[in-house]
């Protein structure tokens, strides 16, 4: 069991381009989360999807970002025309059920630049 | 909404000695989980040990223990023998129960560092 795979690892991208996180969650999994980590601060909520439905997205900007979780595949953060303080590590956790249940599996996230 | 402190920046301890890490929280539920993950250097969120607030018995793991005042909405994390692989980011962690929302709030964490 490969665990929660995120790639790539590290992202560099130049302000107003596109920038596309990859998580492949845990087998079996079909809930997964997105967090974002600022420097020197502990991981941010950003999403909660499930299989091809978003649950919450509270903590996602109203712009620029965009979260999907398709039937076949992994879930993509998509976060269009990035500017420097979209510049972070990008986290994706993955459940069997209710998280805080079943237990939440984080990957090693995506370090996103932007130069 | 609910709000988590960890007001120790940065705690050093000596190998093999016992360092206790503080958390509080603030919430006005009466059912929810509490947490403590662990990033060392690679980045990898690692869980370190559980709580469920309706459980008054505090949870142990090997090493690590959690001294749990739900009153007092305080939940710190002891970790005895201290070992060099235990130098990492400590964050504390809150989670309502129920369904719906389901996202943690983290603390800004503790830096921890272990001196041979």
């Known amino acids: 069991n490969a665990g929660v795979m995120q790639n790539p690892r590290h992202l560099v991208r130049r302000r107003g381009q596109e920038a596309r996180l990859r998580c492949s969650p845990m087998k079996g999994h079909s809930h997964v989360y997105w967090y974002r980590q600022l420097p020197e601060e502990g991981l941010k909520f950003m999403v909660y999807l499930q299989k091809e439905n978003i649950i919450d997205e509270s903590g996602m900007p109203k712009e620029r970002f965009s979260a999907e979780f398709p039937k076949e595949g992994p879930s993509i953060l998509r976060i269009q025309q990035v500017v420097r303080g979209d510049s972070a590590a990008y986290f994706c956790a993955s459940s069997h059920g209710e998280g805080a249940r079943y237990g939440y599996t984080f990957g090693s996230g995506t370090r996103l630049t932007v130069v | ?116």
């Open chain 2, 1 to 116: 909404a609910q709000t988590v402190t960890q007001s120790q920046p940065e705690m050093s301890v000596q190998e093999a000695e016992t360092v206790t890490l503080s958390c509080t929280y603030d919430t006005s539920e009466s059912d929810y989980y509490l947490f403590w993950y662990k990033q060392p250097p690679s980045r990898q969120m690692i869980l370190v040990i559980r709580q469920e607030a309706y459980k008054q018995q505090n949870a142990t793991e090997n090493r690590f223990s959690v001294n749990f005042q739900k009153a007092a909405k305080s939940f710190s994390l002891k970790i005895s023998d201290s070992q060099l692989g235990d130098a990492a980011m400590y964050f504390c962690a809150y989670k309502n129960s129920g369904g719906g929302a389901d996202g943690l709030t983290f603390g800004k964490g503790t830096h921890l560092i272990i001196q041979p």
